[in-house]
């Protein structure tokens, strides 16, 4: 629980305990003298320029904030808690991603607002636009151990160097672990960044601990101590805060995930800063299907509609509410027709209604909900288009003139048809894997409408992942490589994909049991990559969708 005594009595407590084990002593500490970091790597490291008097470091955090130390931005630095919240006092830059000081990479923003924490020295610091490209560093969600390792990174001071223009990268072990803050000790902490993070890799990602705040001076240039000991402020106990103070109220366009699992069906929230919310259990809350075999999910303005395939062969139908609550499952096989056989279905919005595709002993069934959500029967777009031979995957996506793409892998071949806006369907289906995709096999695809065009990702068993655009004329670009960005080595299990806000968003889960997720902006530009975590069990798909809330 955080104390709730004044702020500052606080904090002169918590530094008065430090100095007192020994740990803690002098000017605050700002840099880290280790080893030189390799170019690229932990590219989430900010260094601040704070009004051309103090350099200081921070941690991308999401696309559009830094976490950092409160004392950075006071000028009396012992005194972090004066710190006010709104824009800095000094105008204050952020380097992001820039390895090495004197080369062109990384982003470089202005911070426009400061939200301090009211128990540590830390700072929550908003860039004036957003940084794509850049994977940020996401808060633990475990409190650090006494005696383990991290790793640090930072711009400071090193032994011998009083300003360098690298980032350099530290080892540390920790020590007493208070209420709001860590001891660490090992690489010197030295002036220069204050606020430089302290990380832990955990299932093989790197996830934020702590935040340097202050330190001895042993071995940094031009201190003759010889204790290397610092503190740290914690972060693990405080994500929610983190969220909610960082939650962007301009964008409220959000990717809506749900996820099967080894242990259930479960729902999480992309919003558009980059963060996720944790996964909520769906059956907890919309009730039990037994034995779930497959999801998917689409949604009309704020709303999402999920499916679930059951054990017994019938297709169940949950809503979650624009304002967070559920709609229980109700089974819409008497509506719309049993299908034996059926193993996979693929939804999407129309507008005002749903249009959603099953796929059952090899045949491709469609059907659509009206605005009133009343369902009509299965049809059978086999009997239009042809029959495919061993289908194993449907995909589907509307694009803005009222076009229903399908998409169908079968004999490890992509195909693709449409069902045009006055009902009818094309004349039979089309080869995707006919065009250069560069891939010899096909064991996924998933489609997302972004305005008039249809974009595509197409997934290999050998783990090569290809995106196109379809144009409204009907033309197809050229296939680009994601598997660099979204999986390298690991062939994707499940892919889907969304538009949200006219950007493309693709899911995967790869044969490892971990969900990846990428962005491709109008402007043609990828984020970097991120996985959403926090899920139980093991996934197995995951299926995505755009909303406005």
């Not at 320029?49 to 009396?76: E, H, K, M, P």
């Not at 409408?449 to 379809?470: E, V």
Request: with cysteine; hydrophobic share 40%.
């Amino acid at each position: 629980m955080i104390s709730r005594r004044p702020r500052a009595a606080r904090t002169a407590a918590l530094l008065a305990a430090v100095v007192a084990a020994g740990v803690l002593s002098g000017p605050p500490a700002q840099a880290l003298a280790g080893d030189t970091a390799t170019d690229g790597a932990y590219g989430f490291t900010a260094k601040i320029d704070i009004g051309g008097v103090r350099a200081c470091s921070g941690t991308l955090i999401n696309n559009q904030w830094l976490i950092s130390a409160a004392s950075c931005f006071v000028d009396d630095p012992a005194q972090a808690s004066s710190l006010p919240a709104g824009a800095p006092a000094r105008k204050s830059t952020a380097t992001i991603g820039r390895t090495d000081l004197t080369s062109t990479s990384g982003e470089v923003r202005q911070i426009v607002d400061l939200v301090p924490r009211q128990d540590r020295d830390l700072v929550l610091a908003k860039l004036a636009t957003p940084v794509y490209g850049i994977a940020p560093l996401r808060p633990a969600a475990t409190a650090p151990t006494e005696g383990e390792v991290l790793k640090g990174a930072g711009y400071g001071r090193t032994k011998d160097t009083w300003i360098p223009d690298r980032l350099h990268t530290a080892a540390f072990t920790t020590g007493p672990v208070q209420d709001t803050a860590v001891n660490i000790d090992g690489t010197p902490v030295c002036k220069g960044d204050t606020g430089a993070p302290a990380f832990r890799e955990k299932d093989g990602r790197l996830e934020l601990v702590a935040v340097a705040s202050a330190s001895w001076q042993g071995g940094c240039v031009g201190s003759d101590e010889t204790r290397t000991g610092a503190v740290a402020s914690r972060v693990d106990d405080i994500r929610t805060w983190i969220r909610e103070s960082t939650a962007s109220t301009l964008n409220v366009w959000k990717l809506q995930m749900v996820t099967k699992t080894s242990s259930g069906l479960y729902h999480a929230i992309r919003d558009s800063n980059g963060d996720w919310t944790g996964f909520g259990d769906v059956q907890k809350v919309a009730g039990t299907i037994e034995d779930v075999k497959f999801a998917a999910d689409a949604a009309i303005s704020g709303k999402n509609y999920v499916f679930a395939l059951g054990g017994d062969g019938h297709l169940y139908q949950a809503n979650r509410r624009a304002t967070g609550g559920w709609e229980a499952f109700r089974d819409i096989t008497p509506e719309i027709g049993a299908k034996a056989g059926l193993t996979r279905v693929a939804v999407t919005s129309t507008g005002t209604g749903l249009a959603l595709i099953g796929l059952a002993d090899g045949r491709i069934y469609h059907t659509v909900q009206d605005s009133a959500e009343k369902w009509g029967k299965w049809g059978d777009a086999t009997a239009k288009l042809g029959t495919l031979g061993n289908a194993t995957q449907v995909t589907t996506s509307q694009t803005s003139g009222g076009e229903t793409h399908v998409g169908v892998v079968a004999d490890n071949k992509a195909y693709h048809a449409i069902r045009q806006a006055d009902g009818t369907w094309g004349e039979a289906w089309g080869r995707v894997s006919n065009l250069p995709t560069g891939l010899d096999s096909i064991n996924g695809m998933a489609f997302a409408g972004t305005g008039s065009n249809l974009q595509i990702a197409l997934s290999s068993p050998t783990g090569d992942i290809k995106h196109a655009i379809r144009a409204s004329s009907g033309s197809w670009g050229t296939f680009g490589n994601l598997s660099g960005k979204l999986a390298p080595h690991q062939p994707a299990i499940s892919v889907d994909a969304a538009a949200v806000n006219g950007e493309f968003q693709t899911a995967i889960v790869t044969t490892d049991g971990k969900i990846k997720h990428a962005l491709r902006h109008t402007d043609g530009t990828w984020d970097a990559a991120d996985e959403p975590t926090g899920y139980p069990g093991t996934p197995t798909m995951a299926a995505i969708t755009g909303s406005t809330s």
